[in-house]
């Protein structure tokens, strides 16, 4: 996989932000799948089959997730140049059982998104939202790159069921690897279940040991043995890094766990990750552990737990100018060619 080319510009840019259009919310109120009476409020309420959450939890809805001007404003006083931005979970069907349903979801979903964004390509580039478990993942994937000319796509870590080494993907592996497309991986469910109804815990750690749960079973299943992807975790990978240790002994003394020609970590060390940890102590580990060319700039905005000075973030890990250049932007332009200018 390329990495940071000498001599890029020193534009930060931030691969993990959200967009919630209000095209979408309105499809979705009208057909009885939100409720939006709360909107000036800053609060949104989706059904649990395409929010993956409880029945009436308010979701946060800051005027930032549909109004582009607003984003922009944010964008200058955060000093990040350009953001790309992706749909939220709460809007990815992670518990949805109707396959027509998830599919119409998702598309109505991408064009909404890229149509907020039209006009604003200089700051703004949409990863597009491929519904996991479906049939029409695949399509739907090369309609985001070809037709709405995605800068890359975004995936949950569940759908339908069915888990990241599930068979069912692996056409959409095949496609993404075949062609070099940037892939963010947010998590979109939760393991737990009632013990994470209280506290916001789906959220504060949920997600996390979701994302562990989920790309562990990407590296057990030989799906990255298989296909070589390029594919960014947010939230700094969640539980995992902290994870390679053990994956990696239980591949050593495991049978059922030695299922791939190379311990865990090795496949991790492919893998690229975010810097949304919100402690500099585990950002520095992470760079330890993966090299600054697998770190990139994720601010998680513009919700209320994200990183609102992603410039200071990275200041603070005091490395030299080649090692900051490559997490604040030099990397993705590489990785996404079409973001460099």
């Not at 963010?184 to 994302?211: C, I, K, V």
């Not at 591949?251 to 791939?260: L, P």
């Not at 992470?286 to 994720?298: M, Q």
């Amino acid at each position: 996989m390329a990495g940071p080319e000498a001599g890029m510009s020193d534009q930060v840019i931030d691969v993990h932000s959200h967009a919630m259009p209000m095209p979408l919310l309105r499809w979705l109120s009208g057909n009885g799948l939100a409720d939006l009476d709360q909107l000036d409020d800053g609060v949104v309420r989706i059904a649990p089959a395409v929010s993956g959450l409880a029945a009436g939890v308010p979701i946060p809805l800051p005027p930032q997730q549909y109004d582009v001007d607003l984003r922009l404003a944010d964008l200058q006083a955060s000093g990040v140049d350009r953001q790309l931005v992706s749909l939220p979970p709460f809007v990815t069907c992670a518990a949805g059982n109707d396959e027509r349903e998830v599919l119409q979801v998702a598309r109505r979903g991408n064009d909404a998104l890229v149509e907020m964004l039209t006009g604003h390509e200089d700051h703004f580039a949409a990863l597009g939202f491929v519904p996991l478990g479906t049939a029409g993942a695949v399509a739907e994937a090369v309609r985001c790159l070809d037709e709405l000319s995605c800068a890359g796509l975004a995936i949950g870590t569940q759908g339908l069921g069915a888990e990241l080494d599930d068979p069912v993907h692996e056409p959409l592996w095949d496609l993404l690897a075949h062609r070099g497309t940037f892939a963010f991986l947010h998590p979109n469910a939760t393991p737990g279940e009632s013990r994470l109804d209280a506290y916001w815990l789906p959220q504060l750690a949920g997600f996390p040991m979701e994302t562990a749960l989920a790309v562990s079973r990407l590296v057990l299943g030989g799906v990255l043995e298989r296909h070589d992807l390029t594919l960014c975790l947010a939230h700094g990978g969640g539980c995992l890094p902290a994870l390679q240790g053990r994956l990696d002994l239980g591949w050593r003394r495991k049978q059922v766990a030695r299922t791939t020609p190379r311990p865990p970590s090795d496949y991790l060390r492919r893998l690229y990750y975010d810097t949304a940890t919100f402690s500099t102590t585990l950002l520095r580990r992470l760079v330890e552990d993966f090299g600054a060319s697998h770190v990139l700039v994720g601010t998680d905005y513009p919700f209320d737990l994200a990183d609102l000075d992603p410039r200071g973030t990275v200041a603070a890990l005091g490395l030299d100018d080649d090692q900051r250049r490559a997490i604040e932007g030099a990397t993705v332009t590489t990785l996404i060619p079409g973001l460099r200018g």
